[in-house]
Each structure stands twice: as structure tokens, then as C-alpha cells.
């Protein structure tokens, strides 16, 4: 192929690469339908059987790699396409289905994986949509064991750019290391776990391009756009060298703003904390300089698993990020539950309850080693709030550990549904803080679709703004403190505008910490503020963001163009 091709996708980790294209597994490939002989059923189920045991031996071993390499915290990533391994709902099946039907075993397996996902892709949630993957990834782990496959190896020399139609988390584990320095897929999202592991790696990645295999070849030249989230293939020698230079530039620039301060140009200061997945990645918020956990997504450790760890399998984690985060504040989200995460006052399924209780009894007796506070996600209605308090209040009494029984935790929300940030000044008066969810907020405000790649940018909306506005005005009276730490706070340049509206706390990603911090001290907020006002009037979120960059070129111009936003 000749010429250059450009693709746009999700950002899914921040960095810029460049290197050479390795394309590996490429389309899903069609799957073999044979009937079989009723003499031939052994023979078939065994080399079902085989295949299963090959599969869950590669994955160990890209478990103990992981661990090897980052410690024992994400080996429950790859746990759980272990379990997927031992699945009834999915091996029993599809050997019931080889017996049964009298059909081969791949004809077999991609019959009860299309019934097991079909449930889950119906369900718009981007959660579901990752679950629907990860039971594909187990798919073609299987399926490649049964057509006798090897897995690509990266045997290119010098910097390798990935591509691949997806990823399975095993398979990213083992390619996303040296000579990987980019990744590129055709599928996927910036929630799913091949993300996650690819922001834990420092590898930049672009995600959900769709359909590439037709236009790239092993060996072009690829430049990834992590930020921008944009692939380019067969560049001139000159866009090559300036992609190069600002991957020099941005490794440079992060290794200087590790240790920088959050203050505006005209002297006030922010607080930027990290979100946190994974426990892990409390190293590198440390080594980032965030000034706490501003948002735990406590779901991320139940990943695929039927239900939560136990209580005492819950402090050890929370015990661990709570200490090594010490004195700085670490705030725990109860699980959101995709899909289904909303917070009923009346009708929290009973397991549901339990699982509240067993969590929240975790984290007040994680909050003796530190600094901790507990809010709760999705809360759209102050009665619904009064409980979940309520509830709290519950388990710290019947707690034995008198200091755990004591300690201070306060006990905030998410605002993330429009009718709480509607009437966000009668919550004032039950939580102890808020925190924004903008990610949520734009997409109920709006009613778009989780996996429209626009998300990001609609944040942006008037209508959401003006939500944003009131939400921080009647934290303000109430003098509540309230921190943004849905995604508008991590590009940098709606940033500015949360600062405009009002917002003095943040949280971000963890490897945004820096540039976030860098955004803050161009920022002047007398102008920010100026911008802020006149974005309540605009009519699109296109408009806004072309206020922004237009009006505060001057101060954050430079390093807009430097890091290649605008
Ligand atoms: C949000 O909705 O903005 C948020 C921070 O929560 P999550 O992204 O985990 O839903
Ligand atoms: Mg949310």
C-alpha cells in the first residue's frame, strides 16, 4: 500500500508513539461448521478438552508475567478469564453442544458465546459491552488452541506499533512490553481491560478504529496519538520527525512536572488528585504527585467475578492504598454497577445490601490507617441518599473496633445524575461532599450513547455547563467541598473551564496528574472565569470548546500546541 492514511479512534492512553506496524490476528477469522459422527464425539470433545487446557496454561503464564513484572495487583485481571475457563455456563456448554447437536467444536463454542453475549449486548452500558468482549477474547483464545495457531510473536526489531482487530488482556500483557511502544485496535474501549493494562504499561493506545486491516501492512510506519486519539500510517519523513520530537518532548515534560505545584498565574491553588482502578497504580499517583485518591472505582476489582470479595479480602486492598496514600485522603466509590447501578432507596436487592454492607464495614475499617472518605455513586434523589447514610451509620455501630467505630469518614456523593444536580442544593444538607461525575452527567443529560466516541467532547454541551454551574454555586453556599472528577477535568482544555465554573479540586487519571497540573499554572482564573461565564451561553459544545481555545490562546496556547491538543 502507498500513501498516507489517517484514522481517528478513542484515546484510550495518553502518550505519542511511533514505530513500525505489526499487525497481529487481524479480523476475527470464520469459524469451521461440521457435523459430526456420532464415533467421532470422544475425539471432538478431547480436542475441545486440549484446546481449554493449552488456553488456561497461556494464560497462567501471562499472569505470572504480569506479576513478575508489576506485582501480584493485576493478576486478578487475568483471574478472571481463568474462572471464564472453568465456566459451566460456557465449557459444559459448548461440550453439551459438541454431544448434542453433533457439531464440531468450534461450531460448538461460537454458539454458546453468541448466547452468552447476546443478553449483555443488549444492554447499552459500556460495561456490558466488556463483559460481551471479554467472554470473545476467551473465544479466540480457545479458538486459536483448536486450529493448532501460535501466537504472533513480535519478532520485528526496533519500536513495533501494534494493530489488531482487539487484544485479549493475556495477549496484551505479553505484547505490550519492549519492542511495543504503541497500540492500535480496531475494536474496543477505553474501559476495557486491554486499556486499562496498556495505561498501567505507559504504552500509548488509540482504540475502537474500526475497520484497518486493509489499509495498513506490516512494516508502515505508524504514528499514535494518544491524546488526540488519531492513527496515522505512511507519513512524509517531516510528520514522522515532528511526531518523534513530541514523544521526546512529552517524556521530558512528564519526568519535569512530577514535582511541580498546582497554582493558577494568579496565585490560587488547586488540588489535583488521581482516580484509581486498580491498588497498583498508588505508585505512580505518588510518583505523579497527586494530592490524594479523589475517586476509587471499587468496582474494578470485582471485574468479571458473580460477586464482590469478602469484608476481611476487601480491607487488605483498601488497607494497602489507604497506608501507602497516608496522610493524603483516600475516597472510596461503593461499586457502580454498570447498568444497573442506580441506588434504590426501597428496593436494594437484598445480595445487593449485603454486598454494601460488606464493602462499607471494609472501608471504615480500612479508615484507621489513614485519611478515607466513602461516597456513593448515581445518587439521583435526597431519600435515596438519607439511606445509603442511613445504612453507614448501621454498620459503623455495630463495628468491634472502637477506633474504626470513631474514626472521621466523611460520607459524600457522586453528582452524576441531572435531578441531583437540578436540586444539588437540597443534597447539601446530608453530604458531606460532592463529587462531579461528568461522564455520566453529559450522558443522561444529553441521552448519547456510551460508546459514541464523541463523549468526551459533549461534556462540553451548554446544557451540561449550566448543571455544572449549579452544582458548584450551591457547594458554595453551602461551603461543601466539591471536586469535578468525571473526564471534562482531564482534557486540558475544557480544564479551564471547570476552573472558570468554580471548581478548585480535581481528579484525574493518573497519568494526567501532570498535565493537568501544568494547565493550572497557565491558567489565569480572572480570564477563565471571564470564558466560563460567556461558555453558559454558547449553542453547541462545538462552540464552546472554539471559545476556549480562542480566548485563552494566549496563556495556554503554547503549551496546547507543545503537547499537540489543539
Ligand atoms: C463519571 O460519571 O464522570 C464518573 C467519574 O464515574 P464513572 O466514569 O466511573 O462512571
Ligand atoms: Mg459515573
Known amino acids: 500500500m502507498t500513501?498516507?492514511?489517517?484514522?481517528?479512534?478513542i484515546a484510550a492512553s495518553i502518550g505519542v508513539a511511533v514505530g513500525a506496524a505489526r499487525l497481529v490476528g487481524r479480523e476475527p477469522r470464520r469459524i469451521s461448521h461440521r457435523r459430526i459422527e456420532d464415533a467421532d464425539i470422544a475425539s471432538e470433545l478431547s480436542r475441545f478438552e486440549e484446546a481449554v487446557l493449552k488456553s488456561r496454561a497461556e494464560i497462567e503464564a501471562a499472569k505470572q508475567e504480569l506479576t513478575d513484572r508489576h506485582g501480584p495487583t493485576y493478576a486478578p485481571i487475568l483471574d478472571v478469564y481463568l474462572l471464564m475457563h472453568g465456566d459451566a455456563l460456557l465449557i459444559d456448554a459448548t461440550s453439551e453442544a459438541i454431544r448434542n447437536d453433533r457439531i464440531n467444536a468450534e461450531w460448538a463454542l461460537s454458539k454458546v458465546t453468541e448466547r452468552l453475549k447476546k443478553p449483555l449486548l443488549e444492554d447499552a452500558s459500556s460495561y456490558f459491552q466488556e463483559r460481551a468482549r471479554d467472554i470473545e477474547h476467551v473465544r479466540e483464545h480457545l479458538l486459536r488452541h483448536l486450529r493448532g495457531e501460535?501466537?504472533?510473536?513480535?519478532s520485528t526489531e526496533g519500536p513495533t506499533v501494534l494493530?489488531?482487530?482487539?487484544?485479549?488482556?493475556?495477549?496484551?500483557?505479553?505484547?505490550?512490553?519492549?519492542?511495543?511502544?504503541?497500540?492500535?485496535?480496531?475494536a474496543g474501549a477505553g474501559s476495557s481491560h486491554?486499556?486499562?493494562?496498556?495505561?498501567?504499561?505507559?504504552?500509548?493506545?488509540v482504540v475502537g478504529v474500526g475497520p484497518l486491516a486493509a489499509h495498513i501492512d506490516d512494516d508502515d510506519v505508524v504514528l499514535v496519538d494518544g491524546f488526540a486519539g488519531e492513527v496515522a500510517v505512511r507519513v512524509s519523513p517531516d510528520e514522522r520527525r515532528t511526531a518523534e520530537q513530541r514523544r521526546d518532548r512529552f517524556a521530558a515534560f512528564l519526568e519535569a512536572e512530577r514535582t511541580t505545584s498546582?497554582?493558577?498565574?494568579?496565585?490560587?491553588?488547586i488540588s489535583v488528585a488521581a482516580n484509581l482502578e486498580l491498588p497498583n497504580d498508588v505508585q505512580a499517583a505518588l510518583e505523579n504527585g497527586a494530592e490524594?485518591?479523589?475517586?476509587?472505582?471499587?468496582?474494578?476489582?470485582?471485574?468479571?467475578?458473580?460477586?464482590?470479595?469478602?469484608?476481611?479480602?476487601?480491607?487488605?486492598?483498601?488497607?494497602?492504598?489507604?497506608?501507602?496514600?497516608?496522610?493524603?485522603?483516600?475516597?472510596?466509590?461503593?461499586f457502580d454497577w454498570r447498568g444497573d447501578?442506580?441506588?434504590?432507596?426501597?428496593?436494594?436487592?437484598?445480595?445487593e445490601r449485603g454486598w454494601l454492607t460488606t464493602q462499607i464495614n471494609a472501608v471504615l475499617r480500612a479508615s484507621t490507617e489513614?485519611?478515607?472518605?466513602?461516597?456513593?455513586?448515581?445518587v439521583s434523589t435526597v431519600d435515596e441518599f438519607r439511606a445509603a447514610r442511613a445504612m453507614v451509620d448501621r454498620c459503623r455501630s455495630q463495628l468491634s473496633d472502637e477506633r474504626a467505630r470513631t474514626a472521621e469518614v466523611p460520607i459524600g456523593m457522586m453528582v452524576e445524575v441531572p435531578a441531583a444536580a437540578l436540586l444539588a442544593e437540597r443534597f447539601t444538607e446530608y453530604a458531606d461532599f460532592f463529587a462531579v461525575g461528568t461522564n455520566d452527567l453529559a450522558h443522561y443529560t444529553l441521552a448519547f450513547d456510551h460508546r459514541d466516541n464523541r463523549s468526551a467532547m459533549q461534556s462540553l454541551d451548554p446544557a451540561v455547563l449550566n448543571l455544572l454551574q449549579r452544582i458548584i454555586a450551591a457547594a458554595s453556599d453551602a461551603q461543601l467541598p466539591c471536586s469535578m472528577c468525571g473526564d471534562l477535568a482531564a482534557d486540558p482544555v475544557a480544564l479551564c473551564l471547570a476552573l472558570g465554573l468554580g471548581y478548585r479540586e480535581i481528579s484525574v487519571p493518573v497519568s494526567v496528574v501532570p498535565l493537568a497540573r501544568a494547565v493550572i499554572r497557565n491558567v489565569d482564573l480572572h480570564t477563565a472565569t471571564e470564558v466560563a461565564r460567556d461558555a453558559l451561553g454558547c449553542g453547541s459544545a462545538e462552540a464552546v470548546r472554539d471559545l476556549v481555545v480562542d480566548r485563552l490562546d494566549d496563556d495556554l496556547g503554547p503549551l496546547w500546541r507543545e503537547q499537540g491538543i489543539v
Do not use: N, W
Not at 150 to 154: D, L, P, S
Not at 341 to 351: F, W, Y
Not at 370 to 378: C, D, E, I, K, R
Open 3 to 9: 500513501g498516507p492514511a489517517r484514522f481517528k479512534g
Open 150 to 154: 501460535r501466537r504472533t510473536e513480535c
Open 163 to 186: 494493530i489488531a482487530h482487539d487484544l485479549t488482556p493475556a495477549d496484551a500483557v505479553h505484547m505490550l512490553a519492549p519492542p511495543t511502544v504503541g497500540l492500535v485496535t480496531e
Open 194 to 205: 486491554t486499556a486499562i493494562l496498556a495505561r498501567t504499561f505507559g504504552v500509548p493506545a
Open 262 to 269: 498546582a497554582m493558577t498565574r494568579d496565585g490560587v491553588s
Open 292 to 334: 490524594g485518591i479523589g475517586l476509587y472505582r471499587t468496582e474494578f476489582m470485582c471485574l468479571d467475578s458473580l460477586e464482590p470479595p469478602s469484608e476481611e479480602a476487601q480491607l487488605e486492598v483498601y488497607r494497602g492504598v489507604v497506608e501507602a496514600m497516608a496522610p493524603k485522603r483516600v475516597v472510596f466509590r461503593t
Open 341 to 351: 447501578k442506580r441506588l434504590r432507596a426501597r428496593d436494594v436487592k437484598q445480595r
Open 370 to 378: 489513614g485519611q478515607v472518605a466513602l461516597m456513593f455513586p448515581m
